[in-house]
């Protein structure tokens, strides 16, 4: 598909036509100085006249005819991609845009005063001039939506944060996520497999931790101003220093504004650069401010990478992008050295030679041995743009929203190896059956377990047959709280890092060292059910059900295809009990990750947050 891909900035635009697959431009328009005095516009480096303060529409309309000209002969465009800054909390994919979404973007232009209004300049003129074409948004922010929210959730006064939107939305988002798939490629993995940190470092600086696919973490918050040291950005400062240059300096809200976005980072360290290389030439000439941008902006980098491997439990693979990430071995060497107790070696000769191009996006700058993967990837934002809006464009037409699928409540539940079940029952014990579960094969035991948290023990948690090759205890939000413990979202037989609890049974005790769970909300169905539903494995979907007179959506519900499967999704009992579920509930999907729609805001009067929890297992009755 050929895809004209928009992105406009407060005085600039840039539009690309290029192959969704290759990412081969066809065509190149840039315009900068719009609104002003002298504007300018080149189209494949060649320039164009602009009447003075001709805005983004003008250098649109000018450009358009020029660029589907330069299409090979009898192809067409099949959709214009859109990048948008903020998509607030209720974007968590690309959309098709229409009025709703038009709106949705306006919403959140307080947030992103400088972008989103811009976005809309170029969406209005785009979609005026191409009427017939479908028009995809791609937002920055979509793809951190699924932060849980302690990561996205600000200690400030509840009310405050609820009134003025005030929580961590994070940025970047397109370039974190095809980074992220372009390492898992190079490593011949699936990004659903591995744990990354992938590093943005570019005029605008970000660092995101990306679990399973998910990003679980990001160093920009509400706005793009939190986090890493940036060109002329502070990134993290102590809240109390605003406080104190109100008063001292007599700043308002404008100087502050103005001093930590357009003043501060690189160059308000080095006093004269906001650019990587000035700075490396002037720290080489010992130019001590400019050293000392240097080394802010690396322990900060640094500082991120230790936290973000800690709330991973861990890290497969580092990732570098972006203007310096990508260019410069000064900074990556001084980032990525001493990693070894993160498993990661790095590899100084590599880091040297790195040379990326368009057929080798990807390089290597770890050693042979190193357990953690270092990488230098070429992110390229058009190009993921292009990529998701054809997706989008394609999954539409596919994904199947008659078709629908009944919801099951689950409740907390063990899973036990044969060795367990001899410590816990006394040797050779066999499972008693209790009664079938729906899932082929499985069934509710009689016997129970007690499970032992730091500050309560939940009694009575009912053992799943048949034994398992490994011990799994599964339980909501609410036990969670109620035994004292912290247990991540997984998919079922995901326990890798996830924490230990303790089980008595009649005839003995048992310390897991690891398999406490909440599991993620999932739908199970065979091969046969994927195709009629247009999903494949471990896709995310929405799901959209009619219960009690209202409407819900869960967000973020893993799809697990087996032959072995029955079609049911499986929701908690904090899901089940919240959603005053009817018996015999149904529900069908909205779209995959990479193609929601706006169900959720048009129908939903509630919708469940992508880090609520499910169980594994249905027709437990607890
Ligand atoms: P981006 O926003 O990704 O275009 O990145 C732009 C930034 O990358 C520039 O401001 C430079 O600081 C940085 N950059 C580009 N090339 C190099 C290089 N060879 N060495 C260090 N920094 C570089």
């Known amino acids: 598909m050929y895809i004209l891909v928009i992105n406009c900035g407060s005085s600039s635009l840039k539009a690309e036509i290029l192959d969704h697959r290759t990412g081969d431009r066809v065509c190149t328009v840039k315009a900068e100085r719009l609104g002003e005095p002298e504007p300018r516009l080149t189209i494949d480096g060649e320039a164009f006249a602009l009447d003075t303060k001709a805005g983004h529409e003008v250098a649109l309309s000018l450009s358009l005819p020029k660029m589907l000209a330069k299409l090979p002969a009898g192809q067409t465009l099949s959709a214009v991609g859109h990048r948008v800054v903020h998509g607030g909390e209720t974007i968590s994919a690309p959309v098709r845009i229409d009025d709703d979404i038009e709106a949705v973007i306006e919403e959140f232009s307080s947030l992103a005063p400088l972008h989103n209004p811009v976005n809309l300049v170029g969406i209005r003129a785009a979609r005026q001039l191409l009427p017939n074409l479908p028009q995809v948004a791609v937002f920055d922010t979509a793809f951190h939506t699924t932060m849980p929210r302690r990561a996205k959730t600000y200690a400030v006064p509840r009310a405050l944060a609820e009134k003025h939107k005030i929580r961590r939305y994070g940025f970047h ?36 931790a990306i679990e399973h696919g998910r990003s679980v973490e990001t160093s920009m918050g509400m706005t793009p101003l939190e986090g890493l040291v940036m060109g002329t950005r502070s990134g993290d400062v102590d809240p109390g220093v605003l406080l104190h240059l109100m008063r001292a300096e007599g700043l308002d809200a404008d100087g502050l504004d103005n001093v930590l976005n357009k003043e501060s980072g690189l160059l308000g360290i080095s006093g004269v650069h906001n650019d990587m290389r000035d700075i490396e030439e002037h720290a080489a000439a010992d130019d001590e401010h400019a050293q000392m941008a240097i080394h802010v902006f690396t322990h900060r980098l640094r500082k991120y990478i230790g936290a973000y491997a800690a709330i991973m439990g861990g890290v497969d693979a580092i990732v570098f992008t972006a203007g310096i990430g990508q260019n410069s071995a000064l900074i990556r060497h001084r980032v990525a050295q001493r990693l070894d107790f993160l498993g990661a070696r790095f590899d100084e000769d590599a880091n040297r030679k790195v040379s990326l191009d368009h057929a080798n996006p990807v390089a290597e700058i770890s050693t042979r041995h190193s357990r953690c993967r270092l990488l230098v990837a070429a992110t390229d934002e058009q190009h993921a743009i292009a990529q998701e809006s054809a997706r989008l464009i394609l999954e539409l037409d596919k994904v199947s929203s008659e078709l629908t699928i009944p919801i099951a409540v689950s409740a907390r539940h063990i899973h036990v190896t044969r060795e367990a079940l001899d410590i816990l029952y006394g040797e050779g014990h066999e499972l008693t059956f209790r009664k079938p579960l729906s899932q082929p094969g499985q069934f509710a035991a009689e016997e129970t377990l007690s499970v032992v948290g730091p500050k309560r023990t939940l009694e ?5 047959g048949p034994i398992r090759p490994e011990n799994q205890v599964e339980i909501s939000r609410t036990d969670e709280f109620f035994l004292g413990v912290d247990a991540p979202v997984r998919a079922s037989g995901d326990i890798e890092n996830s924490p230990g609890v303790t089980l008595i049974g009649p005839k003995g005790k048992i310390d897991l060292t690891k398999g406490l ?7 199970h169905m065979t091969p046969e059910d994927a195709d009629r539903f247009g999903v494949k494995d471990r896709d995310n979907v929405d799901v959209s059900i009619h219960s009690s007179g209202r409407n819900l959506t869960f967000g973020d519900v893993l799809v697990r295809v087996s032959s072995q499967y029955r079609l049911e999704m499986h929701i908690d009992t904090d899901e089940g009990n919240a959603a005053e579920l009817e018996p015999g509930v149904v529900g069908s999907l909205a779209a995959t990750a990479g193609t929601a729609t706006l169900n959720r805001r048009k129908t939903s009067h509630h919708s469940f947050a992508s880090n609520s929890v499910t169980s594994d297992v249905s027709d437990i009755v607890q």
């Open 460 to 464: 009575g948690v009912r053992i799943l």
């Open 173 to 208: 988002g397109t370039s974190h996520s095809y980074v992220a798939r372009l390492a898992a490629d190079y490593l011949g993995d699936d990004v659903r497999n591995l744990r990354m940190i992938t590093c943005h470092l570019g005029n605008g600086c970000s660092v995101a």
């Open 517 to 523: 769970i909440c599991a993620w909300r999932h739908i």
